[in-house]
T-cell receptor, first 112, second 112 residues
Framework: KQEVTQIPAALSVPEGENLVLNCSFTDSAIYNLQWFRQDPGKGLTSLLLIQSSQREQTSGRLNASLDKSSGRSTLYIAASQPGDSATYLC???????????FGAGTRLTVKP | SAVISQKPSRDICQRGTSLTIQCQVDSQVTMMFWYRQQPGQSLTLIATANQGSEATYESGFVIDKFPISRPNLTFSTLTVSNMSPEDSSIYLCSTYRESEAFFGQGTRLTVV
């Protein structure tokens, strides 16, 4: 069964700092990996989707990488802003199960 | 992107009662998923619902407690039965389109 781990569980940084969130998964046989953002009490907003054949995706200040062989993904946030404060969730879809498994999330706080 | 309309967005229910959550997708999809997010936790998959067959439940979730309907390719319901305060959570439905996952807005359930 696919297991997804996110490190760190929580992160607090000053505004303007670049930061990296980490995600690891145990089964490398994946269709894709997706990063989401969740604001308190809200639903999930999709940030980036990386197909299994891709190594990275970029959207604005966000860059996500995927190393399938080592079971790792990173989400890089450049020039962080207070509006980036949220919980970031990593999720993978596996070949075997065809469902989406989530990490526990990283709670990010960007201080003005 | 797929649009999923989920309702109710929130409810406060008495213990022992049942609540049915509905999700309507703007186009036909093969698979729909139901997740639970307990306070401060990540998302846990409850079950996978395919049209025309019984839902497949994850370990720890049973049909008597969380009956699911999937009458057609655009609609699904999840019922939380005989509720207790431990069922207080956010419940989310999800589907895929072109391998990207999309979520409903979530239902915040409080059982008193």
């Amino acid at each position: 069964k696919q297991e997804v781990t996110q490190i760190p569980a929580a992160l607090s940084v000053p505004e303007g700092e670049n930061l990296v969130l980490n995600c690891s998964f145990t089964d490398s046989a994946i269709y894709n990996l997706q990063w989401f953002r969740q604001d308190p009490g809200k639903g999930l907003t999709s940030l980036l989707l990386i197909q299994s054949s891709q190594r990275e995706q970029t959207s604005g200040r966000l860059n996500a990488s995927l190393d399938k062989s080592s079971g790792r993904s990173t989400l890089y946030i450049a020039a962080s802003q207070p509006g980036d404060s949220a919980t970031y969730l990593c999720a993978v879809i596996s070949y075997n199960n065809n469902d989406m498994r989530f990490g526990a999330g990283t709670r990010l706080t960007v201080k003005p | 992107s797929a649009v999923i309309s989920q309702k109710p967005s929130r409810d406060i229910c008495q213990r022992g009662t049942s609540l049915t959550i509905q999700c309507q997708v703007d186009s036909q999809v093969t698979m729909m998923f139901w997740y639970r997010q307990q306070p401060g936790q990540s998302l846990t998959l409850i079950a996978t619902a395919n049209q025309g067959s019984e839902a497949t439940y994850e370990s720890g979730f049973v049909i008597d407690k969380f009956p699911i309907s999937r009458p057609n390719l655009t609609f699904s319901t999840l019922t939380v039965s005989n509720m207790s305060p431990e069922d207080s959570s956010i419940y989310l439905c999800s589907t895929y389109r072109e391998s990207e996952a999309f979520f409903g807005q979530g239902t915040r359930l409080t059982v008193v």
